[in-house]
């Protein structure tokens, strides 16, 4: 989740500019609930990047 900031803060601006320009059309409610997906979205990958920043934990395979 935490790497995916920046394609979510992408696709949020590009949501909310198209969202809240004005424009008039059919899906302009679907593009707005888009837009709140992808900035909660953000705030989550934004808040676990500050405190999870410790990498060091590996996945390990479980011997049987």
Same mark, same amino acid.
């Given at each position: 989740?935490? *790497? ?5 803060? %992408? =696709? $949020?601006?590009?949501?909310?500019? %198209?969202? #809240?320009?004005? !424009?008039? #059309?059919?899906? %302009?409610?679907? =593009?707005? =609930? !888009?837009?709140?997906?992808? $900035?909660? !979205?953000?705030? =989550?990958?934004?808040? $676990? ?7 060091? !934990? &590996?996945?390990?395979? %479980? &011997? *049987?």
């Amino acid at each position: 989740m935490r *790497k995916y900031s920046t394609l979510f803060l %992408i =696709v $949020a601006v590009l949501t909310g500019a %198209i969202g #809240f320009s004005g !424009l008039s #059309f059919a899906g %302009i409610e679907v =593009v707005r =609930v !888009l837009f709140l997906i992808f $900035a909660d !979205l953000l705030v =989550v990958s934004l808040v $676990a990047r500050l405190f999870f920043r410790n990498d060091s !934990l &590996k996945l390990q395979r %479980i &011997k *049987k």
